[in-house]
């Protein structure tokens, strides 16, 4: 052994957990609480490795440090030929225990450490297996499908109320302090919303979502027992709200009161006088072959 | 020099065509299963516009902007305009048409000027499949032109097809790079439109309702001798005619045309779209 074996840095438990638990701590005092939206994939198209369907349906609240302390970085507000696009960037590390503690919905102690069984096994809530985790018998954890914050899901940061997405996580930016790493450091950006699905249970959240989805089907009527309501012709039913019907053309949803930029039933309405429809827009729809 | 006072809104009419083009795109998100989950609308927007405009409509109260753009979207631009020589019109060609308020009264306007005029649409999407999904809705309709019946002056009652070419398609898809910089992926179609400019309309007030044609036998040379009239081939005076042709409408009071004009209504009283006889007299002076 080439160090000296007399001085032990970088393998003694109880260092280690006494500065985990002033970094714990320090979080606690100074952090923001956020909710992490995990991304659950729906259809992952192995072709072009993307997934177009994305769920986020759980929104876990977990204490996170911001490492900004003169505001956002990134381009910032911007405007492109596509309009307004705001791109701030924030950078969060939040403590490796307290993610896993949040993220597997341990019984914890109010100050926020688990409880142990006697036999050394984490207590779960009841609801655990139902959640899709695996509490496994005999061992002092729990198998999770997440371990770690993942690239792609989404925080919530309450202080702006944004979305921002984890673009990148880095787990040594504390570089191996008393021989392990205690936390990750999340490089977010906002998030460039595809009318994804948000069913967090957060109703300020879901709602947030649908506010801005420009998913049609998103207004669709819903029965008591969730099957949509359908016309005879098998068609769904969408809130009026959702609809214009001008010059008999139907799109389904108002793009217009949902993004504020867009123009799309202002051309319509400007081409009824400038363009002969006698020949019908090819774009309007199938239907219009 | 050009200093005349007309304006008749034709790019901006292109720009609602070419914007009308693309305004009811929808993509389709599919289950597993390949049932249709979500309908997602497309807005689109034209590109340039007035900075603080954009910021005070998207940001009304500074606490609007949840994310950072909603996708997918679709934005254009017109950038060039080029003369069309090859299809340039006479220039001397008047195009006509008969007051709607006065029926003694003409509007005429000389031939447009044919122009090319350049679009660029952009399309940005976060994922692959929905940027296909787009390019196959647009991509089928233009081969490579798509025809436009457009009323591009209605004042002149003056409607034309106007071809809108797809010029190129490409991509940029910026994936490579490190993990904190977000993807970029675009589509960009150039189209051309092969429209035209118009010049101004101007009213033409009075109809011609009568014809006084003089005639005389200039000096000439015939049969290798000269014989002189005393009239040179100039105008000719009344007073040095040898002949003239008087021709004039000519309608009864009964709203029959007829050929004589002593049976006709004064010429004030006949208006172009009256079913009209004419009549024809020739006075000589020799």
């Known amino acids: 052994m080439a160090t000296n074996q007399f001085f032990n840095n970088f393998n003694f438990g109880q260092t280690q957990t006494l500065y985990e638990n002033l970094v714990i701590e320090s979080i606690k005092m100074y952090g923001a609480d956020v909710l992490y939206m995990p991304r659950t994939l729906v259809k992952e198209d192995v072709l072009y490795?993307?997934?177009?369907?994305?769920?986020?349906?759980?929104?876990?609240?977990?204490?996170?440090?911001?490492?900004?302390?003169?505001?956002?970085?990134?381009?910032?507000?911007?405007?492109?030929?596509?309009?307004?696009?705001?791109?701030?960037?924030?950078?969060?590390?939040?403590s490796k225990k307290r993610f896993n503690q949040a993220r597997a919905e341990n019984l914890m102690l109010e100050v926020g450490y688990n409880m142990i069984q006697e036999d050394g096994d984490e207590l779960l809530l009841e609801s655990e297996t139902d959640q899709g985790y695996n509490f496994i018998p005999g061992s002092n954890t729990t198998s999770v499908s997440m371990y770690r914050?993942?690239?792609?899901?989404?925080?919530?940061?309450?202080?702006?109320?944004?979305?921002?997405?984890?673009?990148?996580?880095?787990?040594?930016?504390?570089?191996?302090?008393?021989?392990?790493?205690?936390?990750?450091?999340?490089?977010?950006e906002l998030?460039?919303?595809?009318?994804?699905?948000?069913?967090?249970?957060?109703?300020?959240?879901?709602?947030?979502?649908?506010?801005?989805?420009l998913d049609l089907r998103a207004s669709e009527f819903l029965l008591e027992d969730g099957n949509k309501l359908l016309t005879e012709?098998?068609?769904?039913?969408?809130?009026?709200?959702?609809?214009?019907?001008?010059?008999?053309?139907?799109?389904?949803?108002?793009?217009?009161?949902?993004?504020?930029?867009?123009?799309?039933?202002?051309y319509r309405q400007q081409s009824i006088s400038i363009i002969d429809f006698s020949e019908r827009n090819p774009f309007a729809g199938v239907q219009d072959y | 020099m050009f200093g005349h006072k007309f304006y008749h809104s034709t790019l901006r009419k292109y720009v609602i065509m070419i914007g009308n083009m693309f305004n009811d795109i929808e993509v389709a998100r599919t289950d597993n299963s390949g049932n249709v989950v979500q309908t997602i609308a497309v807005p689109i927007a034209y590109g340039p516009k007035q900075k603080w405009l954009a910021r005070v409509t998207n940001f009304p109260d500074l606490n609007d902007q949840k994310f950072a753009v909603t996708l997918p979207r679709i934005g254009f631009e017109m950038t060039s305009l080029n003369y069309a020589p090859e299809r340039r019109l006479n220039s001397l060609q008047n195009h006509y048409k008969l007051s709607a308020t006065d029926s003694k009264a003409l509007k005429a306007m000389y031939s447009p000027v044919p122009y090319d005029i350049e679009f660029s649409v952009y399309i940005l999407v976060k994922n692959a499949e929905d940027g296909t999904q787009i390019?196959?809705?647009?991509?089928?309709?233009?081969?490579?032109?798509?025809m436009s019946t457009m009323r591009l002056m209605p004042e002149m009652d003056l409607n034309l097809d106007v071809p809108t070419i797809?010029?190129?398609?490409?991509?940029?898809?910026?994936?490579?790079?490190?993990?904190?910089?977000?993807?970029?992926?675009t589509w960009q179609l150039d189209f051309t439109v092969k429209g035209y400019i118009f010049p101004p309309v101007r009213d033409r007030s009075g109809l011609i309702k009568s014809t006084t044609i003089n005639m005389n036998i200039p000096n000439m040379e015939f049969d290798n001798q000269t014989v002189t009239t005393g009239i040179s081939n100039s105008v000719i005076s009344n007073t040095e005619a040898l002949g003239t042709v008087f021709s004039r409408p000519a309608l009864k009071a009964d709203g029959t045309p007829t050929s004589n004009a002593s049976l006709s209504v004064p010429l004030s009283q006949i208006d172009a779209d009256d079913d009209y006889g004419f009549s024809t007299s020739i006075t000589e002076n020799i």
């Open chain 1, 233 to 266: 012709d098998g068609d769904s039913i969408i809130f009026e709200s959702a609809s214009i019907d001008s010059d008999d053309v139907q799109i389904g949803v108002n793009v217009e009161s949902i993004d504020g930029l867009a123009q799309n039933d202002f």
């Open chain 1, 49 to 94: 490795r993307e997934d177009t369907l994305s769920i986020f349906d759980d929104a876990i609240e977990v204490e996170m440090y911001v490492k900004d302390v003169e505001g956002f970085g990134g381009d910032g507000d911007l405007l492109s030929r596509f309009g307004v696009e705001v791109y701030d960037t924030v950078n969060l590390t939040v």
């Open chain 2, 135 to 146: 390019l196959e809705q647009i991509l089928p309709f233009f081969t490579p032109e798509f």
């Open chain 1, 149 to 188: 914050p993942r690239e792609g899901d989404l925080i919530h940061f309450p202080l702006s109320n944004t979305v921002f997405e984890v673009k990148f996580v880095e787990d040594e930016e504390t570089f191996y302090p008393h021989g392990t790493l205690y936390t990750y450091e999340l490089r977010c």
């Open chain 2, 166 to 185: 797809l010029t190129s398609v490409s991509s940029e898809d910026v994936y490579d790079g490190n993990f904190e910089e977000r993807r970029a992926l």
């Open chain 1, 191 to 213: 998030f460039q919303f595809s009318s994804e699905r948000f069913t967090t249970g957060n109703t300020s959240i879901d709602t947030m979502a649908l506010n801005e989805s």
